[in-house]
């Protein structure tokens, strides 16, 4: 086998980054595997000036840059390796590349999402021949040309504002009626204030057209049906996007469109696995979210490896009977409990472990073993649970029911 990672981070995004920020700071060994080194979407934006701490002209590539730096000065490894498929019933959990095959303790999935096409004739056959789905990419070929831009959310509209550094003309189509678009209102006022940019609404692309580059597009009104073609150098689309997790099927809990669901600590369905970045179930996908979502995953993954080995040091690996007594600080009485079984333990005539677990902190334990109600005792042999017991019980009861259960 070989080595074996604390920490595994597939995917090199914002959230992938942050995480491996997290993870080296806290001392783990960790590798984060892309297939591209690191960036993601982010590394393809113009611009990022909603980023605390990096004004106006902070670019994606350099905020990428300025990120995978700071990860590696914590000693995060950055491996350049495609997944085809991952493996989290096993421990370590298996992680197979096309160059090579990743053992990790605790994994952070942040594959990230890609670029949604629109589906519309002419669009594949013309992909990079005039249809782009990167401004950062391609503007550069259109200088003092004509484009369009298909969308009118964040990324479409901040896109097409950028484009207006090179382009003559951009145009931007939009579906909805004159005046609404789905960006945020500080950028649409900057975009309808810009002299290069032009507005067709109520419309949508019907195809590309062009031989061998593109040379216009169809559009449909969407309140006549009347279809026109507009002549353009290029198209940029940029309506949404698809999370990558394809090859996670069947290993994770993903909703109908793909995204994968997890709690608030970034835990998926899978113990020992987070996810975090535009890849999960969330209300808003941007850098700093992104970001965030890599720390919360890293310090949950950390105190779920923290855990995860100290009881298979002391429960699972023990060579004589452990009972363990669950309680919550909150209440005085679990916790005198917990002191009264651990005192009729040490003074068992039969060598057992004991382990005074705070359910409160120990997560873990709680749904691993599905210890819903307080005080509860539990009973290890062998490594398996043999047996549990909730409520309380007085001295009497507890001894006898050690005794029967050991």
């Avoid at 040379?215 to 507009?230: A, C, I």
């Avoid at 005792?377 to 309380?392: D, I, T």
Wanted: with cysteine; net charge negative.
């Amino acid at each position: 086998m070989s080595e074996v990672y604390d920490l595994l981070i597939l995917g090199g995004g914002p959230g992938g980054m942050a995480a491996g920020i997290y993870a080296g700071r806290a001392k783990m060994k960790t590798a984060l595997v892309d297939k591209k080194g690191y960036g993601g979407q982010a590394i393809t934006t113009a611009e990022v000036e909603n980023y605390p701490g990096f004004g106006r002209g902070t670019t994606g590539p350099g905020l990428m840059e300025a990120m995978a730096r700071h990860a590696e000065s914590f000693d995060c490894e950055f491996i350049r390796d495609e997944i085809v498929e991952v493996d989290f019933a096993g421990s370590p959990k298996k992680i197979t590349g096309r160059k090579d095959t990743y053992f990790g303790k605790v994994i952070i999935l942040a594959p990230g999402a890609e670029y949604r096409e629109m589906g519309v004739k002419g669009e594949k056959r013309l992909r990079g021949k005039g249809v782009s789905y990167c401004a950062t990419c391609d503007a550069e070929f259109f200088e003092e040309l004509d484009v369009v831009v298909v969308g009118s959310g964040d990324a479409a509209i901040e896109e097409a504002m950028f484009l207006t550094k090179f382009a003559e003309t951009v145009t931007v189509i939009v579906l909805h009626d004159q005046g609404v678009v789905d960006a945020n209102q500080v950028s649409a006022e900057r975009a309808f204030a810009n002299p290069r940019i032009k507005w067709i609404w109520n419309s949508v692309v019907e195809s590309i057209n062009g031989d061998g580059i593109v040379e216009n597009v169809t559009l449909k009104n969407l309140k006549t049906g009347e279809l026109s073609d507009y002549p353009t150098n290029g198209v940029f689309i940029f309506i949404g996007t698809i999370p990558k997790t394809e090859f996670l099927k069947g290993q994770v809990e993903l909703d109908e469109q793909g995204y994968i669901i997890t709690d608030d600590k970034m835990q998926t369905s899978m113990e020992g696995v987070y996810a975090a970045g535009d890849c999960r179930v969330k209300y808003l996908r941007q850098v700093i979210t992104a970001a965030a979502d890599g720390a919360i995953a890293t310090m949950a993954a950390e105190k779920y490896l923290h855990e995860s080995e100290g009881f298979e040091k002391q429960v699972i690996k023990a060579v004589k009977p452990v009972v363990l007594a669950y309680y919550t600080p909150c209440d005085l009485k679990s916790l005198e409990y917990a002191g009264m079984v651990e005192q009729i333990v040490k003074g068992s005539k039969v060598s057992l472990g004991f382990l005074k677990i705070d359910a409160s902190r120990n997560e873990l334990l709680t749904r691993r073993y599905q210890i819903s109600a307080l005080p509860c005792l539990q009973v290890f042999k062998e490594g398996k649970a043999a047996a549990v017991q909730a409520g309380m019980m007085d001295k009497v009861q507890v001894k006898d029911w050690i005794n029967k259960s050991v």
